[in-house]
């Protein structure tokens, strides 16, 4: 057997606005952008790098929908993102805005930093220990 997690959906209120803060602030690629109906789109985006997982973004389509955005795991950190020089990023984020809700801190397992998204979901930003 040989599985893979590819995508994670992500609930966001606008497509435009999750593409222009993944893309210009986050420095993610658009990856598809295909129309699916007048409400309804396909939109996959990636981390810079070799990245195996994509978000696919998900735009909240009813009340319960959108009362998720921002909170789809109740508060918790909900996306883990790998990165080569946290220092490099967490300084570049901080140019561009980026919300941090802890700084840096060296953890068992590297170092580590959680901002938020523009939706206010919690991400860990993380330079894994080399073994």
């Not at 606005?17 to 990636?46: N, P």
């Not at 070799?50 to 319960?64: F, P």
């Not at 980026?98 to 700084?103: A, Q, S």
């Amino acid at each position: 057997m040989n599985q893979r997690i590819a995508q994670l959906a992500l609930v966001v209120r606008d497509y435009d606005e999750a593409i222009a803060f993944y893309r210009d602030q986050l420095k993610f690629s658009l990856i598809e952008d295909t129309t699916l109906s007048e409400t309804k789109r396909w939109v996959v985006m990636a981390p810079p790098g070799n990245s195996n997982t994509c978000l696919l973004m998900a735009k909240a389509a009813n009340e319960e929908q959108l009362s998720r955005v921002g909170n789809q795991t109740g508060g918790r950190v909900f996306l883990f993102l790998y990165t080569d020089d946290l220092n490099r990023d967490y300084e570049y984020y901080l140019t561009v805005g980026i919300k941090f809700v802890r700084p840096p801190s060296k953890e068992e397992y590297g170092t580590v930093a959680v901002f938020e998204d523009l939706y206010g979901n919690l991400w860990d930003l993380i330079e894994p220990n080399l073994h």
